[in-house]
């Protein structure tokens, strides 16, 4: 039970409210002017509030074993803060090793991507190398195929055998294919009875019209039957059967 | 069996064949056409009306349009003031003509009808041309195709040849034939009937009108009618055929220059002729009075490669190829 603390006590017949320098004189005045009255109850009130508070206090004092020191409590809170920096160590120790292994495996990653690269590029260069000979030995094939065609031309000129330029043309044609055959290299024309492409034709109109003819042609020109006949006959004795198409 | 002759040309398709006698028979059609659109069904009853009284020969498209065919689609384009239709042009169809090539299909078929099992028919087709650049494969196999599909064995022979075949069999098929056509002038030599030089060039009649029709600001169909009409190269009776006679000397100094230029290039393939040869000139253009003379002035001023023994027009220029194809469907 906390202290009942009267802000207005009765004093005669005026309540007293205040508590400034005049009210002070006044309560002075009025104390001096009357011997107070004695409020029993109140005083065993108070008494019985101090004897609660007094017990209040040992029932505390009495409650706790021991008491700390400051430097104990120092001490309480430097552990407290230790243990804490200690966990948030742990934490970020744990954190950064994790972020390490990642870098470890990145890094392989890259290193194998770069031997990839190297290889592959190494590669290429074989390549390029392999091609720049095959064109380096048909340059040789075609400088040699090219000396031997300057060297028939010569003999011919100088034998003078009057061989017609298509002749001249079809023996250079012959040694040109020998002489690649000899080098290793196949011409595509070599063989006469390579199967050729078939050709195809096709009819541009989609479907035959639907149409309504008027359309009457009579005949021009009248020849004599035995024209005709003669005219066979001696085509056939002529000619036997048309010349092959070139 | 029977046998059929087709020239196909840029401007007359003939066919050629016997009949149940055995006597030869002719057939000719212009290769044009002219499309009318009718522009209300009242229009087009009377174009009917006046295609049939006119005789025209013509199709009703199933579009309901009017395409009138032959000679007198030439007549009513140029009484329309427009030009006909031709579905081959230089001498050979284009797939880029492929709305042509019913129309070209249809007279082909008139002329030579249907065929049965083992009818053979022997058409034209042009040699591949020295001063221009023409798919000569195209043609010959469409044509053949649509030869075929008629129900014909169809087999190609060159133009020139097939006149060599018609007018050099007393000359012992040895001589020098020029088909003077309206798309392509064809050349043959031909010695003891193996032809061995086959050309073409890309001059002749079509550039005549062409020129002409430039030249004097009219329609080519108009100047082409003028010069079927009648044509006298020494004797011109109007502007137009003066313009016509100066074209045609053009055209026969180009053709034979080049004829010239190309045997002396090739003189290799030619054999020695131990005679001097004939050359026969055929075709829609000879037809022209004056023709050989021109020829003969032309020759004489110009050094050609063989000795010429005489310059002759055929028998009839116009059946000249469409004779030789149906002799060959003979052999």
Same mark, same amino acid.
């Not at chain 2, 009718?38 to 049939?52: A, G, Q, W």
């Given at each position: ?8 006590? /009765? ?5 007293? +409210? ?6 002070? +004189? ?46 104990? /409590? ?5 552990? !407290? ?34 031997? %990839? ?7 290429? /260069? ?7 000979? %095959? ?19 010569? +003999? ?17 044609? %012959? ?34 019209? %639907? ?17 005709? !006949?003669? +005219? ?15 | ?17 016997? *009949? =149940? *006698? ?12 002219? #499309?009318?659109? $009718? ?13 049939? @009284? ?22 009513? &384009? ?20 492929? &709305? ?40 010959? =196999? ?60 890309? #001059? ?10 430039? &030249? ?19 004797? $011109? ?26 045997? @002396? ?28 003379? @021109? ?5 004489? #001023? ?30």
């Amino acid at each position: 039970m906390g202290l009942r603390y009267n802000k207005e006590y /009765v004093s005669k017949d005026r309540r007293i +409210q205040t508590s400034g320098p005049r009210d002070m +004189q006044r309560r002075l005045a009025s104390i001096s002017n009357s011997p107070p009255e004695v409020d029993h109850s109140l005083i065993m009130e108070l008494r019985s509030t101090i004897r609660d508070l007094q017990e209040q206090i040992k029932v505390k004092s009495n409650g706790s074993k021991e008491s700390f020191t400051a430097e104990q /409590v120092n001490e309480e809170i430097i552990k !407290a803060v230790k243990a804490e920096t200690y966990e948030l160590k742990d934490k970020y120790e744990a954190k950064i090793k994790q972020l390490e292994m990642d870098r470890v495996d990145l890094n392989n990653k890259i290193k194998s991507i770069v031997e %990839e690269k190297d290889k592959k590029e190494a590669e290429l /260069v074989l390549a390029i190398e392999q091609v720049k000979n %095959e064109i380096e030995k048909e340059r040789s094939v075609f400088r040699d195929q090219l000396k031997a065609k300057d060297e028939l031309i010569i +003999q011919i000129q100088k034998s003078n055998s009057g061989i017609s330029e298509d002749k001249l043309a079809s023996i250079l044609e %012959e040694k040109i294919k020998e002489l690649a055959l000899t080098a290793g290299h196949s011409i595509e024309n070599v063989d006469p009875n390579r199967p050729k492409m078939e050709k195809v034709f096709i009819d541009p109109i989609d479907k035959e019209p %639907e149409i309504e003819t008027h359309i009457n042609i009579s005949d021009s020109v009248v020849s004599k039957k035995e024209e005709m !006949a003669s +005219q066979v006959d001696k085509l056939k004795s002529l000619l036997g059967k048309l010349p092959n198409k070139k | 069996m029977s046998h059929k002759g087709l020239d196909i040309g840029t401007n007359m398709i003939v066919a050629a064949y016997t *009949d =149940e *006698d055995g006597t030869p028979k002719f057939k000719m059609q212009r290769d044009a056409f002219y #499309r009318i659109v $009718p522009k209300s069904e009242v229009n087009k009853n009377s174009i009917r009306v006046s295609l049939d @009284k006119r005789g025209s020969n013509y199709i009703v498209d199933s579009d309901g349009s009017y395409i009138v065919v032959g000679e007198d689609a030439l007549e009513i &384009a140029i009484e329309r003031n427009d030009v006909a239709q031709r579905p081959m042009m230089k001498g050979v169809i284009s797939p880029k003509e492929k &709305a042509s090539l019913p129309m070209l299909k249809l007279i082909i078929e008139t002329l030579i009808g249907k065929g049965s099992d083992g009818d053979k028919c022997v058409y034209s087709v042009p040699a591949r041309p020295i001063d221009g650049v023409f798919d000569i494969m195209y043609h010959t =196999e469409m044509m053949g195709l649509y030869i075929g599909q008629m129900g014909y064995l169809a087999d190609p022979i060159n133009e020139a040849f097939a006149i060599a075949l018609s007018e050099l069999l007393d000359d012992g098929l040895t001589g020098i034939c020029l088909s003077y056509g309206a798309g392509m002038t064809n050349v043959v030599v031909v010695h003891e009937g193996d032809p061995l030089v086959e050309f073409s060039i890309t #001059r002749a009649g079509d550039f005549i009108d062409q020129s002409v029709g430039n &030249a004097l600001d009219v329609s080519p169909s108009l100047v082409q009618m003028e010069k079927e009409a009648g044509t006298d190269l020494y004797n $011109p009776s109007s502007k137009i055929m003066e313009a016509v006679a100066v074209y045609y000397t053009s055209v026969i100094n180009y053709t034979l220059q080049n004829i010239a230029f190309e045997l @002396k290039k090739r003189e290799k393939e030619i054999p020695i002729f131990r005679h001097p040869v004939p050359i026969v000139v055929s075709g829609g253009l000879t037809q022209a009075s004056g023709f050989v003379k @021109k020829v003969e002035e032309v020759l004489f #001023r110009m050094s050609f490669p063989m000795p010429i023994s005489e310059v002759r027009r055929a028998k009839d220029p116009m059946c000249a190829v469409a004779n030789g194809c149906l002799l060959a469907s003979n052999l």
